[in-house]
C-alpha cells in the first residue's frame, strides 16, 4: 500500500529552518498559495535544525490557521542535510519535495515538478538553476567547480547546477531511508540512486531576508564530505603523491652522487632545507587524507542517530510522543 492511500497526502514539502525569522513571513506567503493551488492534499514539514531566534514560535504561530503546516523541532542543530533527513524520514506524502526557506527556489514551481512526475512516470524531478546571476561571483565559480569536481569523480548522472530543491517519489524516499550513510549528502546520493529523472529549470533568486546558512566554512566542509563519500581518489593522490616523492628523492640521490664524484660539493643548506620542506609537506597531506576517512570509519561505527527530535506537532495531534 502506497503512502498516499495510507494517509491521504499526495505532496509533502520537506523545508529545513535554522534562524529564518526574517524570511518565514515571505516564504509562508508564496508557499501556501503555490500548493493551495494544486488542488492536492499536503502536507508542509518544517523542520526547525535548532533555531536560536524565533523561527520556531513563527511557526506555530502560522499552523493556528495554516492546518497543513507541521513542525518538527530538532533538539540541537545538527546541519542541512541532517535536517533533510528528518523530514524525509517523517514526510508522508506520496511524493516529498524539499525546498529551503530563503525563496532562492522558487515554490511555484512544484506543481510543474509534480506534474512532470506524474506524467512521465519519473520518481525523481531535479530543480536546476539555469540562471545564477543573483549569486555572487564567488558563489557562482565555486559552485562550478564544486559540480564539475563531482560529475568527475562520482559520474555524470549527478546533474550540474541542482541543489536541494528536488521531487521525489515514495519509493525514492523510502531507498534513501534505507542507507546506511552517516554523512549524507542528498545532491549526490539521489543521482546515485538510478531512479527515473527529470528536470525543471529555473531562474535562482536572491535571498529574501536573513543571511545564507551556507558560509564558506560550511561549503568547504560540504565538499570534504562529498568527495570522502564518493570517491577514493583522495588516498589515490596520496598514493601518487608518495610516489613522485619517492621518484624526486632518487633524482636527488642521483644529483648529489654525481655532484660528489664530480668533487663539486658545497655547503647545501637551501637543497636541504627544501627537500625536507617537500617531504614533510606530501607526508601531512598524505595522513590529513587518510585522517578524513578514518574518521568517517569512526563515525560510522559510532552508528550515533543524525539528529533526535524534540517536538513533532503531527505526534502531539495523534496523541503520541516524539522521538
Known sequence: MDSEARTGITLSVVVPMFNEQDALRAFADRLRPALD??????EV?????GSTDKTPDLLHDLRTDWPQLRLVRLRRNCGHQAALTAGLDRADGAYVATIDADLQDPPEKLGEMLELARRDGLDIVYGVREDRSSDSG???????????????????QVPAQAGDFRLLSR????????LPEQHRVYRLLVPWLGFPSGEVRYVREQRVAGETKYPVGRMARLAVDSVTGFSAAPLRVATWLGAV????????????????????????????????????????????????????????????????????TADRAAGRTGR
Open 37 to 42: 493551488g494544486l488542488d492536492e492534499p499536503y
Open 45 to 49: 514539514v518544517a523542520v526547525d535544525d
Open 138 to 156: 564567488f558563489k557562482r565559480h565555486t559552485a562550478g567547480a564544486y559540480y564539475w569536481l563531482m560529475r568527475r569523480l562520482v559520474g555524470r
Open 171 to 178: 519509493e525514492a524516499v523510502e531507498a534513501l531511508k534505507e
Open 245 to 312: 616523492s619517492f621518484v624526486t628523492c632518487l633524482l636527488l640521490v642521483v644529483f648529489s652522487l654525481s655532484v660528489y664524484l664530480a668533487g663539486m660539493t658545497v655547503p647545501g643548506w637551501t637543497s636541504l632545507f627544501v627537500g625536507v620542506l617537500f617531504i614533510g609537506a606530501v607526508q601531512l597531506i598524505c595522513v590529513g587524507l587518510l585522517g578524513e576517512y578514518v574518521g568517517r570509519i569512526y563515525t560510522a561505527v559510532q552508528r550515533r542517530p543524525a539528529y533526535y527530535v524534540a517536538e513533532d
